[in-house]
Structures are given as C-alpha cells and as structure tokens.
C-alpha cells in the first residue's frame, strides 16, 4: 500500500492512504491519526488500512491527491541514520574530497538531524551559497521497532515502508566535519522526503535482498543528472539495521538510509549528487566543473516501475536564502 | 526552579516540580501535562511554574520526592547534540586511542541517539563486557527554539535548564567509528540522565560564562573516581548551541551537552571516565592498568552546591547484561 502524510496544521500531518497510481487518496481518519502512530501501532492497523487501499484503488470513497500538497511521510522522526552503502559513491567522494576511501567491511552510518523532514515541495532554505549546496539522491526504509542485536536475517521483516530521499549537504563544510571523526552536524541540514511511502511489496520483483531495484532519476534544473540503479548497496537495507541495533533497539518509526545512489558506471547512468559528477570531471578531465548549487537552482528525484508509474511520487524543490 | 519527569505509564511521563532540596514535589497537572510541552510554551507556562516551585518550597501541597523513581527529564527527545569542549579530555583520548588530537578552532559536535534517554537509578543493559564499557560525565542544556544564525551572545537566552548527564560509550567500538568519520552509532547508545532539570538560576553564581562552574562528582563502585570542574569548557555552552545551529534551526526541547567534564589538573582532581583515566596510566605507568566496566559495576555521578546540596540529584546506575 502507499500511504502520504498531508497538512493539518499540526507536525505530525494527517495520515492518507493513496492509489497506487498517486491520483486518489483517503484519509486514514479512525485507523491512525498519524504514519508515526501507523507504524507503532502496525499489526493492529495495517489489515485496516490495507482495506481502505483496495477501496482507494477502486476509486471508493476518495479525493483527489496532490503530490505537491503532500508533507513528508513522517514530517519529523525519532531518529534518522543514513548509511553510505554504493561503494562507487565513496570511491569518488576521497577523490573529491582528498580524503582516504572510509569503506571497508562493515557499513557506514551516521545519525542526522530527524526533528524535521522536508516536505517534497517546498523551498529549502539555506544560509549560504558559499557552504557547497548538493543534494543526494537516496532510499531509505522506515523500520517498526526492531531489539538490540537483531539478525540481518530478521531484520527484513521489521522493514515497515520504503521511501525517497534527497539528504542536503553542505560539501565546504563536511569535510571539517568528517576529519573530526565526530560525523556531520553544520554539513547536513534536515533532508526532503517524497510524497509517499509505500510497502516493499508495491516495488514488486523490485524489491528483493533488502535493496530497491529501481534507478533513482535526477534532473538539475530540468536536464537528465542521473539514473543509477539502486540495487547496487554493497549492504542491504537488512544489514544496515542490524548494524544500527548492534547496541540500542530501534524505535518504532526509525528511519534507515541507504546513502548516495551511486553505479560504478558512472559515466553512463549519471550521478545522484552533484559532487560525484565533480569527482568524475576530477578523474576525466583533471578539474571540477559542475559548480553546486545557487539560490533558485531545482532538483527533480523520481522512482518509477518499469510500466512508468512513480512509485512515491517526486521530490521537486528549489534551493533559496533563509529568509531574515 | 526544578523540574522532574515522573513515571505515568506514559513514554514522556509526567511533569513535576521538585523543591529546591529535592525532598518534596507537586505535579505540574494544569500548567503542563510532560517537560516536552513546557519547554515548546516556556514564556506561557513558566510563570506558573514558577508560584508552583514557591509553593513547594515552603511544603505546600506537596507529595515525598524519590530522585531513585525519576524518568529521565526528557525521556525522549527530539535532538541530542553532544560537543566535546574539555580540551584536557581530547588530549587524553588521543593518547589513549593512538588517534590524532581533532580539537581546533570550532567545537567537536556529534549527534546522538535521542529517542531514549535513561532513567538515572535504571540498570543499563549492554550487549557485551567485551565492547569496553565507560561512562562519560557531562553537563547539558535544553533548549527552547533556536533559531538558525544564532550568535553566541543570543544563544544563551535560549538556554531554559541546565542537566546532568551520563554518556554511556563504548570503547572498543569508538576508535573504527571515529576513523570512518560518519562519528559514532554503535559506540553511542542511549544516555542517562540525573533526576532533576534545573533553571540556570538554580546555579546562583556557578552559572556564568555558558557554563556550570562545579565539579563534577563520580564515584566509580563506591570508591572516589573524579571530582573535574565543570567551568574549564573551552566553548560555553552559548558557543556550542551556535555551532549547532549554524545550518539548522533547532527544536524547542534540543540537549546540548558539554562532552565529557575533564581539567588539565586530571592528576589531582580524577576523570569523569574509565579511558582518561587510562590515558593518565599510559602517561604516567605505560599501560593501561584500569579496566573498563564489568556487569554489576556501578557509577554514581552528582553536583552539589557550595551548601552541600545536590543540584540535580544523583545518576547511579548499575551495568547488566541484555536479557534475553
């Protein structure tokens, strides 16, 4: 099923079950008032919900559903780690940065700022031009509440949505960041969401080894950026779990990020940020070209199945000033 | 004033008023319902707060207050940032972990898993004696809404209590996180935190300069472990909510904390953790001589005034293994 989060003016939103074709919705009034309490409450709500999808579907009872409307699914969570799990994308990072590759035999992960989620439309603001804007293009999974020391076999089965993100990033000032060892705060302002999150079994054959197999499509100010594949995670989603829960248990509603989109074919299908496109210009060409972004530049992220239906619906936002 | 969660069934729990001499308390029922909520309406709720604490103080309308039954102030919050501003404490982790000393012009910040913060008489379950157990002592703030851009100077009207906190590390596991520079998951699980939350007022002339100028109490099974300063930050607390919101805004009831509490005097005054102390035995002796935690080791951790009475109550805790 696709569920959507929409505005009611609290910041939570109002939990909508959506048509698969993202046309109609419903609102989950009298099921769950909330995806957060969708997910904490799922084996009692989804039997319910999933009826209301098959209603959805069949055009009973609906109205009509706006993607652009739409908050992020969960429009703030308990916690967001994102993982680093396309092994090309940190390859090109150390040529990029000047720094060693970090990739190695377990996964990479740090915990970001999760007490606000963009909505997919709405304008980011950022406090300078100067800081490197870039975005990265990702999927990640909203988990149910999974105990310390789960299994990665296990940990398939507390995967509870999958979703589509652009984590922002702020590439002058990540590096200082990193070389503390202490991870990124100043570098990573909230991330958007799509539209929709959706239950694994929506992505069909393309949802298998706890990774998506679908490419991840970017435009930059309207021209093709990228379209890598987003089954090549040298970890599956699984695995990231059960390196999250090594020594906590995950709260219902967690959220797990795969990490840059990235194909070791990277001069044919593209990139998912602007700075690995920078690292390719480095290798081919000697220098960085593509400068990142400026106020009013936009970025387009979409996942589509192969019969062209978005899958979440688009995240499609402009980068301006903070405003004063 | 002071201000405590009590138990209710509930994740958040219930907001209550504490006497100064941690002895009696009244229920905040009417003015505001978790610290959650007070912290998001302070200006409106504080002033009743405030006659509520007058009242406890003189034994009006008050049940007995057991600091040992106490939740965590904030038993979840949406932010917890953790900065590192004790340059003695850098010093001795660099030595002790063979790492370079990352201590510079800007503050060492880390964002932290913020879903569960212990209760302080909790037993805290750990997944193996061999992932090097430690305790790390430290002093925080919360936060009302902060807005991004804040200065240093604004910062600190933003500062609405001051608590104690214990941030649970894992030693053998820190070093590989560090290096990746992702900064840390699973060296990092939750924190605990002492009973009481207090207004900086409650600090009388020990709050100065965006710091708390009291020692430090730890007491390491029983025995005297480290009595550090608190005052010695080279940040004050105003600076690191600054650093912290140079890209983001943050969240009324965000927990800034000071990082481990640590003076250039560690001979004479102890450590606020196990690794300092280690690092002072490979300075002073070549090895390592003290262990890190085994289960059913206990650390106790409290500040008292000038008067002998305790600030926030006491963080004493014992480590068990996971149950199964």
Redesign the interface.
Known sequence: MKLATLPNGTRDGRLAVVSRDLRRAAYADGIAATLQEAIERWDAVAPALQALYDAVNIGRDTVPFDAAQALAPLP?A??W?DG?AYLSHGELMAKVFK?DN?Q?A?P?????????FLAPTEDVA??SEE?GIDFEGEFGVITGAVP??VTPEEALAHVRLVVQINDWS?RV?AP????????????K??CSVAPVAVTPDELGLSWRDGRVHRPLNVWFNGARFGAAEGGAMAFGFHELIA??A????L?AG?IIGSGTVSNDSYRTVGSSCIAERRGIEILDEGAPRTPFMRYGDRVRMEVTLADGGSVFGAIDQRVVP?PR
């Open positions: 703030r308990w916690q780690l680093s720094i970090v190695g377990e990479l992960m740090y915990q970001g700022i999760s007490d606000r950022l406090p800081d310390l020391g702020l000032l200082r960041e990193m070389k503390t060892g202490f991870g990124w705060v100043q570098a302002p909230p390196h999250a090594r020594t906590r248990n709260c967690s903070v």
